[in-house]
């Protein structure tokens, strides 16, 4: 085996941590595909020499390629994620089926776009897969109090505005997560069970089909227009929305709608599908659980 072959396989070795990554960056399975890839042309062209920490060296390179996709991206304002990115569950490998398929991965990905570029690499690199501050420093080109800064700005973002005192968020995510699991299911009496007799569903008309009742009033007619429009469920994941649990429904990883619920009683007895664009940016959106921390091997 010949130095280059030698080099191929170590990268490949490190594929896998470098895709998830980046995709924790860039939000967009083909994108992060792109960036790594980026990354081994980089390697190949250096040959190795020099580089005593390959896998650190790794995740410097491709931090900083997401990290200058992000900037591009905020400065053409685009979409985060085009319509190429798989929709959760079908993803185009195993790692990223998992990523998307996952509640807390799926509404992880809809708050770090609400990040700054720098803040969500700081982030990501520090609170999802445990890298020290003096590297991260390195890839945004700051100092390292000023990287420490970006992440903590991001985790207080990530994490969303505090619960008014008193509330059961246990309880109430509890419940949204059982009427997303009967809505999944199509299961009208495990909706009527979670709903309260006389709950009202409001909705923005750019979240219904044509003809479709802006408002339902009763257990019933809520929970049988729920089982009529239940493959958004499919894309459903329990988040913080406004200090309390609440769903984002995002698709191919782009958020489109998001439920305000109340729930009192351990039944929910109204919920806001927000659609309208200026409502979604207006709304305040975090993690309900940090996925654990994933330690990069090789990253001093």
Known sequence: MDGRDELARRFEERRGQLRAVAHRMLG??????????????????????????????????????????????????EQPYGDEQPVAGEGNTPEDAAVLGDSVGLALLVVLDRLGP??????????????????????????????????????????GTPAVPGTDLDGHRQVVEAFLAAARGGDLGGLLD????????????AALPPG???ELRGARAVAEGTVTLR??????????????????????????FALRVTVEGGRITAYD????????????????GLPKLSPLSGTP
């Open 273 to 288: 599908v927000v659609a309208d664009p200026a409502r979604l940016d207006r709304l305040d959106l975090g993690v309900l």
């Open 212 to 214: 479709v009742a802006r």
């Open 118 to 159: 720098a803040e969500r690499v700081a982030f990501v690199l520090h609170d999802l897969f445990g890298v020290p501050f003096d590297r991260i420093a390195q890839v945004v080109d700051r100092s390292q109090p000023t990287a420490k800064k970006l992440a903590s700005r991001a985790r207080q973002k990530v994490r």
């Open 231 to 256: 493959e958004r469920s499919r894309f459903a994941a329990v988040a913080l929305v406004d200090g309390d649990v609440g769903v984002v429904v995002a698709p191919r990883g782009r958020l489109l």
């Open 28 to 77: 967009s399975v083909d994108e992060a595909e792109d960036a790594v890839q980026e990354a081994w042309l980089r390697l190949s062209r250096t040959g190795g020499d020099g580089i005593d920490n390959l896998a650190g060296w790794l995740t410097t390179v491709v931090s900083r390629i997401c990290l200058d996709m992000l900037r591009s991206r905020s400065s053409r304002r």
């Open 194 to 205: 979670v709903l309260a007799p006389d709950v009202v569903r409001r909705a923005d008309p």
